[in-house]
């Protein structure tokens, strides 16, 4: 081999060693890839020209050194990338792969590229060969990223250029404490009722300044709601999480709602109040009255019930209402919640009726209203005995009239009697005059 190279250079005449030329060079051995590799401990310093690329080559002491610009296209922007990179967090297992085209089968020293953008990263190649053709460079991704964002890596190797960029995500969030209990309610939720600005905003404690993906939390006890928490970033220490509550109550009560964050866990819980009730009709005329009521005696277990439609279910706050007419009694509604369509409400009455005649009440309820009345009869119970006629009583200031129900058919004691039935109808004397039942009429003493 020796003996062809120096043949082979006499018989060159623009060759020259050790002296300037203005019109000759330096012709170094020629040798394939396959003959470079079969030297034997090449020293340091070595140098071929390797006819299969057609490059200048040198022995560095621990492997053969391209001089030539080793590809001809470099891919980035399709790199392949094999880990993740999170903000705060050292980086392992992590690699980019960029594919290439037109390798010239030379050596490169390989490249350590820092990060821009994203910083804290190095990526690094190690020396090798190109293929002869199209292949691959794998750059190794270390260090811990400074924050989330993209970091981008100026790569430079065989002559070309192009920019390898790496996103970097937040740390999965985490924190210490959350309180439910403590949380600020705003907005009022209510049966039946689109709910609109309700919100809970619950503090925390301990956050690591990471992600989170956000919550939906549908309510239990109460259905028909829904909590919802944005995807965001913890604080790092304390800070506060906003839910949004939307959706339509079931009914009123206390919706619950399972809040799962940050690996912590607690119960948000919403007071759901009654709809505001209402009716389409009340029917105080119709009304069922239980008992009996006497001028001067303290009422006992006396009621009214009142027949309603169109009830919607929702609540009203009961009600208390002071007679006129004959005055002394109270008509007493507690409070409860309408039915879904038609109902009744029981009106208790109490009190001590100031005479006889009507006592009326006015019931205001549901956004209806009408007027209740209650007889209320003389205390002294005069027996006609079946016989017509005007008949004094101990009070000189009253009379009876004792007549059948067909000729006074409105009677107050004539409700649910035969018309040939005589009842006693109670009357009072004008003011100053007592009764004469001699002169069958209310006269001055």
């Not at 392949?80 to 050596?107: C, E």
């Not at 006129?324 to 409400?345: D, I, P, Q, R």
Request: net charge neutral; with cysteine; hydrophobic share 35%.
């Amino acid at each position: 081999m020796k003996k062809n190279i120096i043949f082979y250079l006499l018989l060159v005449s623009n060759i020259i060693f050790g002296q300037d030329s203005p019109y000759k060079g330096f012709l170094p051995p020629r040798l394939s890839t396959i003959q470079r590799d079969a030297i034997t401990s090449p020293p340091p310093g070595l140098m071929i020209y390797n006819t299969t690329i057609n490059c200048m080559e040198n022995w560095n002491a621990s492997r053969w050194v391209s001089k030539c610009s080793g590809i001809v296209s470099l891919n980035c922007l399709d790199a392949t990338h094999n880990g993740t990179l999170t903000s705060g967090t050292a980086a392992s297992g992590v690699s980019s792969v960029i594919s290439y085209t037109g390798g010239n089968g030379g050596s490169h020293s390989g490249q350590v590229v820092t990060s821009t953008g994203v910083t804290g990263l190095t990526a690094t190649l190690l020396a090798g060969n190109f293929a002869n053709g199209n292949g691959t460079l794998t750059y190794t991704i270390t260090g811990t990223p400074s924050s989330a964002g993209t970091a981008s890596f100026a790569i430079n190797i065989g002559g070309q250029t192009c920019i390898l960029t790496r996103t970097v995500t937040e740390p999965a969030g985490a924190i210490t404490t959350l309180d439910c209990a403590g949380a600020t309610n705003n907005g009022t939720l209510t049966s039946g009722t689109i709910a609109s600005g309700v919100s809970s905003v619950i503090s925390y404690t301990g956050g690591n300044g990471g992600s989170h993906s956000g919550q939906i939390v549908t309510s239990t006890g109460v259905t028909g709601l829904t909590a919802t928490l944005s995807a965001g970033n913890f604080a790092n220490g304390n800070g506060t999480l906003t839910y949004t509550i939307t959706g339509t109550p079931s009914s009123a009560g206390t919706a619950s709602f399972a809040i799962n964050i940050g690996g912590q866990t607690c119960n948000i819980t919403r007071a759901v109040i009654a709809s505001a009730g209402a009716i389409t009709t009340l029917d105080c005329a119709g009304a069922s009255n239980n008992g009996s009521l006497l001028e001067g005696v303290a009422v006992s277990n006396i009621f009214s019930i009142i027949s309603y439609t169109g009830g919607n279910g929702g609540s009203y706050p009961g009600q208390i209402v002071t007679s006129t007419g004959v005055t002394g009694l109270t008509a007493t509604l507690l409070a409860g919640n309408f039915a879904n369509g038609n109902g009744t409400l029981i009106y208790t009455i109490t009190g001590t009726p100031s005479s006889a005649g009507t006592a009326s009440f006015t019931i205001n309820i549901g956004g209806q209203n009408c007027i209740l009345t209650r007889i209320v009869s003389e205390y002294e119970i005069y027996n006609c005995q079946g016989q017509p006629g005007r008949f004094a009583l101990q009070n000189p200031h009253k009379y009876v009239v004792c007549a059948s129900c067909q000729r006074s058919p409105g009677a107050p004691n004539c409700v649910g009697v035969p018309i040939d039935t005589v009842v006693p109808t109670y009357f009072t004397c004008p003011n100053g005059t007592v009764w004469k039942q001699s002169l069958q009429q209310c006269a001055y003493p």
